[in-house]
């Protein structure tokens, strides 16, 4: 079964700065994809990045990267230069080659003027 | 497209009460999940649906809750009876297969469900 652990529940960083956020998998396929959403205070559920399994190059989206180590089974999203409005939740998912789409618990950011 | 759209956007309910939320995908999507958040839970899917088809339905918490999709352009989720356990807020998500490159699940915007 698919599953998707992060394991910080809630981040700070100062504004400008770049940040970390964790997310590790487990599958037992080799085809599968992971994604990070961004998740406001107004609930929407924004889609920031995708790296596929496949993938050689680690993702970027803009301000947005993918640290992908498919070794280790970690699939990281670093933000560079922290904006006010990156305050959020940010979750970490995986499909499959059922096609199914799990997430993460989620880590809650927040960014410090 | 206007996306995927969701109805009602706010349901409260007494306990008891059959509640039915509503969900309209993007069209040419041929997945379709059902979500539910909650603080203590945080993102569980319930059920998936591939053309119309439902493929895995273990995450539906108890025979209460059943989910259909009687065409490729609309979908339900029905709680009977409902309880106070059940106040989340309920996303409904579609997507086109995964065929090697992005295809990212899109979100409609949830249903607020209260149960009093």
């Known amino acids: 079964a698919q599953k998707i652990t992060q394991t910080q529940p809630g981040m700070f960083v100062q504004e400008k700065e770049a940040v970390t956020l964790d997310c590790t998998y487990d599958?037992?396929?080799?085809?599968?994809?992971l994604f990070w959403y961004k998740q406001p205070s107004s609930g929407e559920m924004i889609f920031l990045i995708y790296?596929?399994?496949?993938?050689?190059q680690n993702a970027t989206e803009g301000r947005y990267s993918l640290n992908f180590q498919k070794a280790r089974k970690s699939a990281n999203l670093v933000i560079s230069a922290s904006q006010l409005g990156d305050s959020a939740m940010y979750f970490c998912a995986m499909r499959d080659s059922g096609q199914n789409f799990v997430f993460g618990p989620g880590t809650r950011l927040s960014v410090l003027p | 497209d206007a996306g995927v759209i969701q109805s009602p956007r706010h349901e409260v309910t007494e306990m008891g009460q059959e509640v039915t939320l509503r969900c309209k995908p993007i069209s040419g999507h041929d997945y379709l999940f059902w979500y539910r958040q909650t603080m203590m839970r945080g993102l569980e899917l319930l059920i998936y649906f591939n053309n119309n088809v439902p493929i895995d339905d273990s995450g539906m918490p108890e025979d209460r809750f059943s989910a259909k999709m009687p065409n490729a352009s609309f979908s339900t989720l029905k709680i009977q009876p409902s309880e106070p356990r059940d106040s989340a807020v309920y996303f409904c998500?579609?997507?086109?297969?995964?065929?090697?490159?992005?295809?990212?699940?899109?979100f409609g915007q949830g249903t607020r469900l209260t149960v009093v």
């Open positions: 790296q596929g399994s496949y993938d050689e």
């Open positions: 599958t037992s396929d080799q085809s599968y994809g």
């Open positions: 998500a579609s997507s086109d297969r995964d065929r090697g490159g992005n295809t990212e699940a899109f």
